[in-house]
């Protein structure tokens, strides 16, 4: 777990390889509650991965959050559920499976 604070962001020194991260094999995945989403859009990493208009998944969250990828808002969705947003084919409507861990 890597969590930005007010003064220090782990993340920070990939900034200047995200705009290059396609070429250089980069992949960088980002996880967070929308609730409070479009406040976490102020932060650098996330301010420049919007930039670039990377991939996203968005699942289930209240409208009221405003647009985090593009101008695709959050809305209440069944379990599974999610809008995937790409420069390529727009927002696309999937579904995601989940399979429990094997102990």
Known sequence: DL???ASVN???PLLEFLPQAR???LHLVIT??????SRAMFDPII???RELA???IMMSGPREEGPLFGTVKPQILPPGRAWMITRKHGSRLVQLAWT???N
Do not use: W
């Not at 967070?32 to 989403?37: H, K, L, M, N, P």
């Open 10 to 12: 782990p993340l920070q």
């Open 47 to 49: 301010a420049r991965i």
């Open 32 to 37: 967070r509650r929308i609730g409070g989403a």
């Open 3 to 5: 969590v930005a604070g």
């Open 54 to 56: 990377s991939p996203g």
């Open 23 to 25: 070429d250089i094999g």
């Open 100 to 102: 429990p861990p094997t």
